[in-house]
Antibody, heavy 119, light 108 residues
Framework: QVQLQESGPGLVKPSQTLSLTCTVS??????????WSWIRQPPGKGLEWIGY???????YYNPSLKSRVTISVDTSKNQFSLKLSSVTAADTAVYYC???????????WGQGTLVTVSS | EIVLTQSPGTLSLSPGERATLSCRAS???????LAWYQQKPGQAPRLLIY???SRATGIPDRFSGSGSGTDFTLTISRLAPEDFAVYYC?????????FGPGTKVDIK
């Protein structure tokens, strides 16, 4: 059973870069046909899809965040990562990493990590 | 970008009643790539339905999905106490993938 776990700072200052890592266990991150994604949820609000990295290495980002987002993979550590630059208070949210086999519906989710943007 | 609209915003029902949740897309969702998730407070979403009508592993058969094109429905045949939660639809037929704003099912 694939399990995901987010890690990273819970507090980031405005204008800085938010960096999170998702560790995948129970399966190889580079085995075929997985979409590895980041999804966020501001407090009390709905879900916002940030983007994915496909097992082949190709990426797709939400156009609303594209200029600030990078998703990458470290196969040696079985991890994938999110970097979001120039953050503001509007980026305060619970950030989830999620995995989908073959399609884009998310079978696997991390528990989520709250990132607060504040000075 | 495909925009998803969910209705109603809140559904107040009693245990044992039938719940019908709607998800409407601004354009056709290709190959019925439409999923439904359940989220409880403090928890990550849980996949219920994928491909518009296929139940995910371990999901009780009181949950069913239907629809195609731009109109989709999640039905809970008889609400169990643990079903009171927020439900989101998501399309993954075209990038960017998008979520609906959610329907809260609460106890009447």
């Amino acid at each position: 059973q694939v399990q995901l776990q987010e890690s990273g700072p819970g507090l980031v200052k405005p204008s800085q870069t938010l960096s999170l890592t998702c560790t995948v266990s129970g399966g190889s991150i580079s085995s075929g046909d997985y979409y590895w994604s980041w999804i966020r949820q501001p407090p009390g609000k709905g879900l916002e899809w940030i983007g994915y990295i496909y097992y082949s290495g190709s990426t797709y980002y939400n156009p609303s965040l594209k200029s600030r987002v990078t998703i990458s993979v470290d196969t040696s550590k079985n991890q994938f990562s999110l970097k979001l630059s120039s953050v503001t208070a509007a980026d305060t949210a619970v950030y989830y990493c999620a995995g989908s086999y073959g399609s884009g519906s998310y079978d696997y989710w991390g528990q989520g990590t709250l990132v607060t943007v504040s000075s | 970008e495909i925009v998803l609209t969910q209705s109603p915003g809140t559904l107040s029902l009693s245990p044992g009643e039938r719940a019908t949740l709607s998800c409407r897309a601004s354009q056709s969702v290709s190959s019925s790539y439409l999923a439904w998730y359940q989220q409880k407070p403090g928890q990550a979403p849980r996949l219920l339905i994928y491909g518009a009508s296929s139940r995910a592993t371990g999901i009780p058969d009181r949950f069913s999905g239907s629809g195609s094109g731009t109109d989709f429905t999640l039905t809970i045949s008889r609400l169990a106490p643990e079903d009171f939660a927020v439900y989101y639809c998501q399309q993954y037929g075209s990038s960017p993938f998008t979520f609906g704003p959610g329907t809260k099912v609460d106890i009447k």
